[in-house]
């Protein structure tokens, strides 16, 4: 089962007061991104945020450990009460995304250099 475009939207509206917040579609399910950062996964219709020592405070009582897909890293599944609560989702988010290190830079690959055969 893949993710609908309807929770796609849904969840990218509840968190529209939060700047540089995109989906990517990968693999037919998409990664959540945050400053460039990927934050979370969303499949089968569920969000799953990286799990971070603020993140996991944030959430206290609420939080529950689930995998993306089998064999996944564990993360934070988010319910959907979370998912309804925007200000408190666009916090997560945001925590999340402070307490992971910075995207490497993308190295340019340089084209092959063709030989020549004589």
Do not use: W
């Amino acid at each position: 089962m893949s993710t609908s475009q309807s929770t796609v939207d849904y969840l990218l509206d509840q968190l529209s007061d939060l700047p540089n917040v995109r989906v990517r579609k990968m693999f037919g399910e998409y990664a959540l991104y945050c400053d460039e950062k990927v934050v979370g996964l969303v499949c089968d219709d569920q969000l799953f945020v990286k799990i971070t020592p603020p993140g996991k405070a944030l959430v206290g009582e609420h939080y529950e450990e689930g995998e993306a897909y089998p064999g996944a890293k564990p993360s934070m599944r988010i319910g959907a009460e979370e998912l309804d609560d925007s200000e408190r989702l666009c916090e997560l988010i945001r925590r999340t995304a402070n307490a992971l290190p910075a995207p490497r830079p993308k190295t340019k690959t340089k084209a092959k250099a063709k030989t020549k055969t004589g």
